[in-house]
C-alpha cells in the first residue's frame, strides 16, 4: 500500500491504513461489531471523534461504553449540548453560552427569549421529551473548522451576543471548531463528540433543577439560567444514581442536626457553627480519641494565636495564594487625643489565620535545635478563618471558621520515609474505627509552585516510597497519582474516605514541604555543627472537625456508634408507677459511664419509642411495673424489631461495652 500509514493497537499489532483514513475505518475493518461500539478513539493518547483523520503513523485505542470514564465523559458533554438545542427548538429567540459536564451529568446556561421569564422547574417536562426526540433522530455530529470571523458573523446574525463576545477574544490564529447536530443546529466547541444523538441512551438522563447563574461568573452581568441534568450510559446507571440521590437526601447532615438537635447556623455568623449540647458531645468525643491517638504516636499539642501580622503571611507565601480568602483586619493605634483607638492609615495588617503551619515553623525556632531533637512532632486543635463565598457555603461540609486536626513534623531527609510510613499505620487505624475504607493518591507538582525540581523529585519519591513500604501502593487501596494537583509549596497524600453510598469524600493528608522551613529561615544543627533545614511534614487525619462531624452524621445516617452517640440510652417508663425505679436504673447507667436521661413523660410508650427513635438514640430501656418488680429493663435497640428482656446488670454491661471508645476496648 504506497503511502500507507502504520495504525499501532493495543495488542501489538499494527495495521496499514491509507492516507486519510480514520479511526472509523479501523474498527470497520478490524469487523462490523466494533464499527458498531466504537463511540470515540484516543491516537496517540488524546481522545478524539472517531471520523478524526490520521495525520500520520499513531497508536490507536478504540473507545467503546466499556471504556466508562470516556463513555461518561463523552455521553455527558453530549447531553449538554442536545440540552441546548432542545431548548432553542422549543423556545425560539433563546440565547445559549456554555455547557460543560461535570461529575454526574451537565448543564448548560441560557438566557430566555426576550418577554418570557426565566426557565423554572415547570419547564423541563417539555425540555426532557423534547431531548428525547433529538436522541432517537439519530442526527450525525459533526465537525467543522470555521474561522473567528466566520464565527463572529454566524452568532451576530443568530443573536447569540454572548457566543458572539466569546467568540471575539479567541486567538486569531487558532484552529476554531464548530460541531453540527444533523443539517440545522450547531455549537461552539473544542469536542470531542459521539458519532451521533442516538449513541446517547433516550432513557439514561434526567433534568434535576433550575438555578441562577451570571454570565462568565460575574454578577455584574447578565444573569442566566442554569439548568442541571444528570447523565449515564443506561437507565440502570440513572436509576442507580437517583436512588443514591435519595439516600442522601435522607441521610443530608442538615436534616439530622436538626431532627437531633446537634448544631445549627444562621446569618448573624455566615459559616459558622453553633454547636448545641448534643452536637458538643460529638466533637468533644473526636477531640478526645484523636488527642489518645497522636499523643501514643509521640506528638506534642501546642496552641497558636488566631491573628497573626500580615508580614508572616507575606514570607510564608500564603498572602499572594490565598489573601482573597483570608479575613484581613488593620491592626488598632491608640488615638492621641484619650479617645479611644482608631484606626490609622499607616496600621499594621493583621489576618486571622487561614491554617496553622507558621505558626507552628516561629515554635521550631524558638531555641535552638539539634539533629538529636528531631523529629519534633507539633498538633494543634487549632481554630481557622477562610473567607468563603456565601454561594460556597454548605452545612458543615464548607465552613467559614472551621477547627483541623493539624500537625507538623519537623525532621531529617532520612527520617521522611518513616514517619510518613508511620502515619499511614496511624490514619489507617483511625479510619477503621470509624468504619470507613479509604483509597490513598498522590498529588504531584503543580504547574505554579514554590521550591525547585530537584526538591520537588526528592520530596514525590520519598511520600511514593513511604506508601509503598506501608504497603497501601495497590489497587485494593485505590492507589492513583494525581498530576498536577498538588499544593503550591508540597506534594501531597490524599486519603479519600468511601461512605455507606459510596460516595468518596477527601480528608487525610500528609505533605512533604522544604518551602516553608526555607522561607520562615527554620533551621537545625546537625551532627556536623552547621546549619541545615528541616522538611517539614504537614499531616491531618479527620481534615476539619465540622466536616468530618458532618460525613459521619451521613454516613451512619444519624446512626452514630454508640461510643459516638450524644445520648447512648433512653430509660423510658411505660407506667408512672416505674418512674422510682427508672431513676434508679438511670443512676445506675450513669454511675457506669453511659450518657443517658430518662423519660417518665405521661406519654404512650409507642410515642416514646418514636420520639428518641427520630432522635437515633442507639438504646431505649423500657421499664413497668414488672421490671421495677424483677429488677430486669426491656431493651429495645435502634433499628432492631424486637426488644429483649434483661437482668439490668447485664443491660448495664452490654451498653459500657459498646460506649467504650474503639481505641479503648481490650485485644
Not at 455547557?99 to 425540555?127: C, H, K, N, Q
Not at 498572602?319 to 491592626?331: E, L, Q, T
Not at 489576618?351 to 507558621?358: E, F, G, I, T
Request: aromatic share 8%; with cysteine.
Amino acid at each position: 500500500m504506497t503511502n500507507a500509514l502504520k495504525i499501532s493497537l493495543p495488542d501489538g499489532s499494527v495495521r496499514e491504513m491509507p492516507a486519510g483514513a480514520t479511526p472509523a475505518d479501523v474498527a470497520a475493518a478490524i469487523g462490523p461489531g466494533l464499527a458498531k461500539a466504537a463511540i470515540a478513539a484516543r491516537i496517540d493518547g488524546e481522545l478524539v471523534d472517531l471520523t478524526r483523520p490520521f495525520t500520520g503513523d499513531a497508536a490507536l485505542a478504540l473507545v467503546t461504553n466499556r471504556d466508562e470514564a470516556d463513555a461518561l465523559e463523552l455521553a455527558r458533554h453530549d447531553y449538554a449540548h442536545v440540552l441546548a438545542e432542545a431548548v432553542q427548538a422549543l423556545f425560539p429567540g433563546t440565547q445559549i453560552t456554555f455547557g460543560p459536564s461535570t461529575d454526574d451529568g451537565f448543564y448548560y446556561d441560557v438566557m430566555a427569549p426576550a418577554g418570557r421569564a426565566p426557565f423554572s422547574m415547570e419547564d423541563l417536562p417539555a425540555i426532557e421529551e423534547q431531548m428525547r426526540a433529538i436522541i432517537r433522530a439519530d442526527k450525525p455530529l459533526t465537525r467543522e473548522v470555521w474561522s473567528r470571523q466566520q464565527l463572529i458573523d454566524k452568532w451576530q446574525a443568530d443573536g447569540e451576543r454572548f457566543k458572539a463576545e466569546w467568540a471575539a477574544e479567541l486567538p486569531e490564529g487558532e484552529e476554531l471548531t464548530v460541531y453540527r447536530s444533523g443539517t440545522d443546529w450547531l455549537d461552539m466547541c473544542r469536542g470531542p463528540h459521539l458519532p451521533s444523538t442516538g449513541k446517547l441512551d433516550p432513557a439514561a438522563f434526567k433534568l434535576m433543577r433550575v438555578a441562577g447563574a451570571y454570565w462568565r461568573g460575574d454578577q455584574k452581568n447578565a444573569q442566566l439560567t442554569r439548568i442541571y441534568g444528570t447523565g449515564w450510559l443506561n437507565k440502570k446507571q440513572l436509576d442507580a444514581h437517583l436512588t443514591r440521590l435519595e439516600e442522601a437526601a435522607k441521610r443530608d447532615h442538615r436534616k439530622l442536626g436538626a431532627e437531633m438537635d446537634l448544631f445549627h447556623l444562621q446569618s448573624e455568623a455566615h459559616g459558622s457553627v453553633f454547636w448545641h449540647p448534643q452536637g458538643y458531645v460529638i466533637y468533644r468525643q473526636l477531640e478526645d480519641y484523636i488527642r489518645r491517638a497522636v499523643e501514643s504516636s509521640g506528638c506534642r499539642e501546642v496552641k497558636t494565636p488566631q491573628v497573626m501580622d500580615a508580614r508572616q503571611w507575606e514570607q510564608s507565601g500564603h498572602w499572594g495564594k490565598y489573601r482573597a480568602n483570608m479575613f484581613v483586619i488593620p491592626d488598632e493605634v491608640p488615638n492621641t487625643e484619650d479617645e479611644g483607638p482608631v484606626i490609622s492609615g499607616d496600621a499594621d495588617w493583621m489576618a486571622l489565620k487561614p491554617m496553622n503551619c507558621p505558626a507552628h515553623v516561629l515554635i521550631f525556632r524558638q531555641g535552638i535545635k539539634s539533629y538529636r531533637d528531631l523529629p519534633l512532632r507539633l498538633v494543634e486543635n487549632g481554630c481557622c478563618h477562610r473567607n468563603e463565598p456565601h454561594g460556597a457555603l454548605h452545612g458543615l461540609m464548607r465552613v467559614r471558621q472551621f477547627t483541623q486536626d493539624d500537625g507538623h513534623i519537623f525532621c531529617r531527609e532520612d527520617q521522611i520515609v518513616t514517619e510518613v510510613r508511620n502515619f499511614c499505620g496511624l490514619a489507617d487505624r483511625v479510619y477503621r474505627d470509624f468504619g470507613f475504607t479509604y483509597a490513598v493518591k498522590l498529588a504531584l507538582r503543580p504547574d505554579q509552585r514554590f521550591g525547585s525540581d530537584a526538591d520537588w523529585d526528592k520530596a514525590e519519591q520519598e511520600l511514593r516510597q513511604a506508601v509503598i513500604d506501608a504497603g497501601l501502593a495497590t489497587e485494593e487501596y485505590g492507589w492513583e497519582e494525581l498530576p498536577g494537583e498538588g499544593a503550591f509549596y508540597a506534594p501531597k497524600l490524599e486519603w479519600h474516605l468511601t461512605d455507606a453510598i459510596g460516595r468518596t469524600w477527601q480528608v487525610g493528608t500528609m505533605q512533604s514541604d522544604r518551602v516553608l522551613p526555607e522561607r520562615l529561615d527554620a533551621s537545625y544543627i546537625g551532627e556536623d555543627g552547621e546549619r541545615h533545614r528541616p522538611v517539614m511534614l504537614h499531616r491531618a487525619i479527620f481534615g476539619s472537625y465540622e466536616r468530618f462531624i458532618g460525613i459521619l452524621i451521613e454516613h451512619y445516617a444519624g446512626k452514630l456508634p454508640v461510643w459516638l452517640a450524644p445520648v447512648q440510652a433512653v430509660v423510658a417508663t411505660i407506667v408512672s408507677d416505674a418512674d422510682d425505679y427508672a431513676a434508679q436504673v438511670t443512676a445506675q447507667l450513669a454511675a457506669a459511664g453511659i450518657r443517658v436521661e430518662s423519660d417518665t413523660r405521661n406519654e404512650k410508650i409507642n410515642y416514646k419509642v418514636r420520639d428518641h427513635s427520630l432522635k437515633k438514640v442507639p438504646h431505649l430501656l423500657v421499664v413497668g411495673k414488672r421490671e421495677a418488680e424483677e429488677g430486669t429493663v426491656a431493651l429495645r435497640t435502634l433499628g432492631a424489631e424486637h426488644q429483649k428482656v434483661m437482668p439490668l446488670a447485664e443491660a448495664i454491661a452490654l451498653l459500657t461495652a459498646e460506649a467504650t471508645p474503639p481505641d479503648m476496648r481490650a485485644g
